[in-house]
């Protein structure tokens, strides 16, 4: 039972390139969710999906752009990434009934320089 | 909308002793509230949740958490830490039962780091 994975892990970036972040869920949930962590801000939106084909903005997705062409896969691309955007970027997903309760992927550590 | 503020950004404790993380949220509407943790370079893991009935709810590794509708607070209580329980833990809120929106948004609160000590 894979669940819900990342990759990659780990990224370093220059300031300018386009980077895509890979999330992959194994359960057929209908929600998806995007998240950044930065120290003092806990967790913030960036985008959300109800369903393939079907995505919205979160608090926060101003220099990021989503897609969900496959229920199980949700990549975030960084258009043209910024150090600003230099953060741990959390994926997530949950059942439609109970949209509430999100599991989480471990992480990706992207550093843009 | 609703908010979230955790009170304590670290709490530093002995091994054994108890601890209580503290959380306070903000809405206009019924809500759901969440605690998560997180242990280093890992994802976040739901402890336990508060969805209705009774006010005092448990988890997993033997952490419980009172909800307190008049405060706006959902605590988070162990009567005896580990050190296997040092780790980041967030609070979050999403709306209740009357929602009528898609999916659901949850809005976490900064985290409080707790650190148990030998």
């Known amino acids: 039972d894979a669940g819900i994975t990342q990759s990659p892990r780990y990224k370093i970036t220059e300031t300018g390139r386009q980077v895509t972040l890979m999330c992959h869920q194994t359960?057929?949930?209908?929600?998806m969710f995007w998240y950044r962590q930065d120290l003092g801000h806990g967790l913030r939106l960036i985008y959300y999906s109800a369903a393939a084909d079907i995505t919205d903005k979160g608090e926060v997705p101003d220099g990021y752009v989503v897609s969900r062409s496959k229920t199980e896969n949700f990549p975030l691309t960084l258009e043209s990434a910024t150090r600003s955007q230099t953060s741990v970027y959390f994926c997530?997903?949950?059942?439609?009934?109970?949209?509430?309760?999100?599991?989480f992927g471990p992480g990706t550590r992207l550093t843009v320089t | 909308a609703q908010s979230v503020t955790q009170l304590d950004s670290q709490v530093p404790v002995f091994e054994e002793a108890p601890v209580e993380l503290r959380c306070n949220y903000s809405s206009s509407v019924s809500v759901y509230l969440f605690w998560y943790v997180q242990y280093p370079n890992q994802g976040l893991q739901l402890l336990l949740k508060y969805l209705s009935g009774s006010t005092l709810v448990k988890g997993i590794n033997g952490f419980e958490a009172e909800f307190n509708k008049s405060q706006t607070s959902f605590h988070l209580r162990k009567p005896s830490v580990h050190i296997s329980d040092t780790a980041e833990y967030f609070c979050?809120?999403?709306?209740?039962?009357?929602?009528?929106?898609?999916?659901?948004?949850?809005?976490f609160g900064s985290g409080t780091q707790l650190t148990v000590l030998p």
């Open positions: 979050a809120v999403t709306p209740g039962p009357s929602f009528g929106g898609s999916a659901r948004q949850l809005t």
């Open positions: 359960w057929s949930h209908s929600y």
């Open positions: 997530a997903s949950s059942r439609r009934d109970t949209g509430y309760e999100q599991y």
